[in-house]
Every structure is written in structure tokens, then in C-alpha cells.
């Protein structure tokens, strides 16, 4: 899901649907910009694709990932 670029639809249906008692999770790539834009979507909870990550284990990539979830999820 490319939350940037569709941000205020996802912003918008994410609110619709919490209003409404629907838990919200946004499946999204594993990179800062899509996480930090989930997060202000008001989204409770996001999956991130790590296929990516399986395949080639980017170790320094994956610890970028890690503290961007930490500063936006914890």
C-alpha cells in the first residue's frame, strides 16, 4: 500500500471505518516515509513487507526500519 501517495483517501477511510469500531491495519513497504505516513493516518496497527529484507538481509536498513517503528509505534 503507497501510503504516501494516497494519503488523504487512506486518511480519510481509515477515520471512516475506526468511527465505525474497524480496527485499522495498513499493510505497507518497509521504508521510513510509508511507516511515519501510516502512522498519521490514526491507523492502531501496520504490517510491513519485509520480503525485500528475506531475500537480501539488510541488516542496516532493517535497523532504520526498527527505530522508525519504535519512535512512531511504542
Do not use: M, P
Not at 529484507?53 to 532493517?62: H, I, K, N, P
Request: glycine share 6%; aromatic share 10%.
Amino acid at each position: 500500500l503507497d501510503v504516501v501517495s494516497n494519503f488523504d483517501k487512506i486518511y480519510n477511510f481509515t477515520n471512516k471505518l475506526q468511527e465505525n469500531g474497524v480496527i485499522v491495519s495498513l499493510f505497507v513497504d518497509a521504508n521510513q516515509e510509508q511507516i511515519e505516513a501510516s502512522y498519521k493516518t490514526g491507523a492502531k496497527k501496520i504490517e510491513i513487507h519485509t520480503g525485500k529484507y528475506a531475500e537480501t538481509g539488510l541488516d542496516d536498513d532493517f535497523d532504520k526500519i526498527k527505530n522508525a517503528l519504535n519512535d512512531k509505534f511504542n
